[in-house]
């Protein structure tokens, strides 16, 4: 099955700095990426529809300016978070979609990166 | 706002048991998904339903959505340990992006 890779899996930084998420599309065109935000022991939320040459997609409440989206290749988005906070330490997942294939509802999951900031 | 609604929230049942899933809207959906999630990981796709009244089997597990394509069950008979997880529904809307949004969740814990 196709496969998605996000990276790093976890990350600790300091509060007031920077973190970026990659999500790549190992062996298929993502031409469509959703982000989600999950807090412990709770659903996931998206965040953001990033599209493949075009700006992302947030979903209402998301701050476009923390959280800035880029989708510059067929394979590959990213998430930064800029300025990260306390409160700004949670799981985020992506997905992925792949428009030409067969398989147009599903979506691939990469595993996750845990945010922890200090 | 959550659009869907899954009940029950948390559910701990013994080994062999039969449960249900209710995943819950006021809003149409073009299709509706069913994930497994284990702690610290992405969820896993477990079926996808399309049409209203579609019933799917997966051994244990059989899916339904329902006919005004609005709502969608998760049986599982007989559970076993290796079905503890959280369980996710998620509903497409529009058939454009396809976003999925997905429900409250599920908890299950099966105990041996």
């Known amino acids: 099955g196709a496969v998605v890779s996000q990276h790093p899996s976890w990350v600790i930084c300091k509060s007031g700095t920077s973190v970026k998420i990659e999500c790549r599309s190992l062996d298929f065109q993502a031409t469509t990426m959703f982000w989600y935000r999950q807090f412990p022991k709770q659903s996931l939320m998206l965040m953001a529809t990033?599209?493949?040459?075009?700006?992302?997609?947030?979903e209402q409440g998301v701050e476009k300016d923390k959280f800035l989206i880029n989708h510059a290749s067929l394979t590959l988005s990213t998430l930064t978070v800029t300025s990260a906070h306390p409160e700004d330490s949670s799981f985020y997942i992506c997905?992925?979609?792949?428009?030409?294939?067969?398989?147009?509802?599903?979506?691939?999951f990469g595993a996750g990166t845990r945010l922890s900031v200090l | 706002t959550q659009l869907l609604e899954q009940s029950p929230q948390f559910l701990s049942i013994q080994e062999g048991e039969n449960l249900t899933v209710y995943c819950n809207s006021s809003s149409v959906f073009s299709s509706l998904q069913w994930y497994r999630q284990e702690p610290g990981e992405g969820p896993v796709l477990l079926v996808t339903v399309v049409t209203g009244g579609e019933v799917k089997k997966l051994k244990r597990l059989t899916f339904q959505f329902g006919d005004a394509r609005k709502d969608s069950s998760l049986h599982i008979t007989a559970a076993q340990p290796g079905d503890t997880g959280l369980y996710l529904c998620a509903g497409a809307q529009g058939s454009g992006t396809y976003k999925y949004i997905f429900g409250t969740g599920t908890r299950l814990k099966v105990l041996a």
């Open positions: 990033s599209n493949e040459g075009s700006k992302a997609t947030y």
């Open positions: 997905s992925a979609r792949d428009l030409a294939g067969l398989a147009k509802n599903i979506q691939y």
